[in-house]
């Protein structure tokens, strides 16, 4: 099996998430959407580290995985933050700032 | 026993972001053990001696940048002339916003809040309302500028996506931390954070189509494969597109701006002043080296979609800023046009094109911190009085403050004698020497459009009645007062005698690859 | 020995897997539904399925904290792990790297301790 259907794979789970981000309202969701898009790089990455002969995409993926960690925390304390005071994860109540 | 080949480690290259990095540990350590009526004066102190330290070593290591010693930690790094430059201007910037941090005489504890997590409203809120505000953004403030230092020097892409995130995340939080208006502070950090996690998920899935592409991210190995190209260029552009949109989010270009107003509404004002200047300039540092180093040979590909971006994020910015009722907000769109700006002198595509980005960045940099300083002066029971309509009159209040604010604007707005003129005749001469003529007549074009809204604040300014409800302006402390001095005589100084400075950028405009 | 002496084994199973999936498809279409109070309780061991509170069944945000900071400590342990598979060769230089690694994660680690994050009440 070659390992571009990986790639394919990737690219869909990319677009999945890419695509969940502008549709889905809640804030949880949108962020998984977005550990998605992270994860399918990670993929592509190891995938190519495997075409090309080299390491350095896996340790790659390492890299990424540290810091989607940190991201995911920083989020979640936003969103925690956000969800004590108005009750609701939406995006769509988040609306003070506009125009 | 087989032996790894080690990198070799060039400490005294690196001082720069090993000292902010230092003292940001240090001043975590503050947090858990120093006493909080002493911290906040202890935070400000290390801050600004950590970065004072390190523009000391930045500017020792001028001079001495050779093409053999300008790459360190095998290659991850590459400080050369234009990293040099670029880490000397945010810390240089960095500094001078910092010290709007420390403000404390505006409001009684500052402009953050004591404990961000106590739930806004409830007794707690209530209690903490004069309490000292919360001195971790003086940490993460450091951290947040050691991530651009490795930013604008990162040499290839990876080490350049970790910066991406270590200077991001700590704006994302720091923009939650404003003491007053604390659901709008909340729902922009929300805003920031979603949005440029977003855009960072695009930048590292582009990092990878690259890898897949030139088999190395390093820019040496990409552009040495952009140039042997044999295999179709298909993941190259893919690649690229994926990068530059998580490059243009962060300079705020249009279509990837629609952050950038909400985000400099809400964040508290300190803040706001600190990612207008540092994040700009650290993002376009890095945008410059992914273009110029490693992507030059795909240039035909790129320059006119960026072009396009260029043409939309101009339009966007002025057209925008014209409809605003909000200080902050008109800002925040002024902003977003002079990315377009900056974006016209980077498509230019020469030396010049580099140098007068350069400029660019350092002179509008003083002068947004400058304004965004003055903003935060006008302030009524509620915090800064942001609406436009209640800055109507203010100059008859206070002539001094509105007369500074009068000539930041004009400098915006690109007068003759502030550096706001020097920089945008910069970028302009840039792109028609480049053959970017179109960009130019849509810079000249939304520049006089751009003008309008400066216009209609200065003339409510100084030619309206000041009503029962114009706010008065607050007698800054010492550290306002030496922001707002330091970032006027800095406009009208690049204005009147911007040679040294254009000296400056002129020797830094050349990339070692 | 040819492999088709196993063909009925695999069709046991085939038949078995479509008789198991058929079972659960159809049982909501054909099956009564009766409401019965002990239908509704754990069998044997578990939770009580008690009415939730207004807002829906939430934890207490301790749990939260907690498993932020795990997340924070844990995920460290991915940089460890490559350097102890080549330790030998990383030789001193890998071990002082590693060693400030971890007192930059130490770092974060006091201030959570020194403000209380570890604090269960």
Not at chain 1, 1 to 18: D, E, N, R
Request: charged fraction near 15%; include cysteine; charge should be neutral.
């Amino acid at each position: 099996m070659t390992p571009m259907w990986y790639i394919v794979l990737a690219t869909v789970l990319f677009s999945i998430g890419a695509v969940g981000v502008l549709i889905r309202r809640n804030a949880i969701v949108l962020f998984m959407c977005i550990e998605l898009m992270l994860n399918a790089a990670n993929l592509a990455l190891v995938t190519f580290s495997r075409i090309n002969g080299t390491l350095d995409g896996q340790i790659m993926a390492f890299f990424a995985m540290v810091v989607a960690a940190a991201e995911v925390v920083i989020g979640l304390a936003i969103i925690m933050l956000i969800f004590r005071t108005r009750r609701s994860a939406s995006v769509d109540d988040a609306n003070l700032l506009k125009y | 026993m087989p032996e790894l080949k080690l990198p070799d480690i060039d400490y005294a290259a690196l001082l720069p972001m090993l000292i902010l990095f230092g003292a940001a540990c240090v001043g975590v350590l503050i947090e858990g053990f120093v006493p909080r009526s002493v911290r906040n004066m202890v935070q400000l102190v290390l801050s600004l001696a950590a970065m004072v330290a390190a523009l000391v070593f930045v500017i020792r290591r001028a001079g001495e940048v050779t093409a053999e010693n300008a790459a360190t930690i095998g290659g991850a790094i590459m400080i050369d002339n234009m990293g040099l430059f670029m880490e000397g201007a945010l810390l240089v910037l960095g500094l001078v916003s910092l010290l709007l941090f420390g403000e404390r005489t505006l409001e009684r504890g500052g402009a953050f809040v004591p404990h961000a997590a106590v739930t806004v409203g409830s007794e707690r809120d209530r209690e903490q309302a004069v309490d000292s505000g919360a001195t971790e953004v003086y940490p993460l403030a450091l951290f947040s500028l050691g991530g651009m230092l490795m930013f604008v020097t990162a040499n290839d892409l990876l080490t350049m996506f970790v910066a991406l995130e270590v200077f991001s995340l700590p704006l994302y939080l720091m923009c939650a931390l404003a003491r007053r208006k604390r659901l709008l502070s909340q729902e922009s950090a929300l805003k920031y954070f979603l949005l440029g996690a977003y855009a960072s998920a695009f930048f590292l899935f582009g990092v990878a189509m690259i890898y897949g592409f030139a088999k190395g991210v390093d820019f040496r190995a990409i552009h040495e494969a952009v140039r042997g190209s044999e295999t179709s260029p298909t993941l190259l552009l893919i690649g690229l597109a994926l990068v530059a949109i998580g490059l243009l989010f962060k300079i705020a270009a249009a279509p990837f701006h629609v952050w950038t107003p909400d985000v400099y509404q809400g964040a508290p004002t300190p803040v706001t002043a600190f990612m207008a200047a540092c994040t700009k300039a650290a993002a376009f540092g890095a945008l410059l080296r992914v273009l110029y180093v490693g992507f030059d040979g795909a240039k035909w590909h790129f320059t006119p979609v960026l072009g396009a971006v260029a043409v939309l994020t101009m339009l966007v910015g002025a057209v925008l800023a014209v409809t605003q009722t909000d200080l902050k907000r008109l800002l925040a769109y002024s902003s977003v046009a002079n990315a377009g700006y900056l974006m016209v002198g980077l498509l230019g595509g020469n030396k010049d094109g580099l140098s007068s980005t350069l400029f660019y960045l350092v002179a509008y940099g003083f002068t947004v911190i400058a304004a965004f300083a003055l903003v935060s002066l006008v302030r009524d029971a509620d915090g800064e009085a942001t609406h436009l309509s209640r800055w109507a009159g203010l100059g008859r209040r206070s002539p001094l403050f509105a007369g500074i604010f009068t000539f930041l604007l004009l400098a915006f707005a690109g007068i003759p004698l502030t550096s706001g003129f020097m920089a945008k005749f910069g970028v302009f001469g840039a792109a028609i020497a480049g053959d970017q003529t179109w960009l130019v007549i849509f810079g000249v074009l939304t520049s006089i459009v751009l003008a309008f809204p400066y216009l209609r604040v200065v003339v409510m300014m100084w030619l309206s009645e000041p009503g029962e409800t114009t706010p008065s302006v607050s007698i800054p402390g010492v550290l306002t007062s030496a922001v707002l001095g330091i970032g006027t005589v800095a406009t009208l100084l690049l204005g009147v005698l911007p040679g040294p400075l254009l000296e400056l950028a002129d020797q830094a405009s050349s990339f070692i690859r | 020995m040819s492999l088709s002496a196993y063909i009925p084994i695999v069709g046991l199973f085939a038949l078995a897997a479509a008789f198991g999936l058929f079972s659960v498809a159809i049982a909501p279409f054909v099956g009564p539904r009766r409401f019965n109070r002990a239908k509704l309780d754990a069998y044997e061991c578990g939770i009580e399925p008690t009415p939730q509170p207004i807002g829906g069944g939430r934890f207490p945000v301790k749990f939260y904290l907690t498993a932020m900071l795990f997340i924070i400590f844990d995920i460290e342990i991915i940089f460890l792990y490559p350097w102890a598979v080549s330790f030998d060769m990383l030789g001193l230089f890998g071990f002082v790297e590693m060693v400030l690694f971890i007192v930059a994660v130490f770092v974060a680690y006091t201030y959570v301790w020194r403000r209380g994050g570890l604090d269960w009440d």
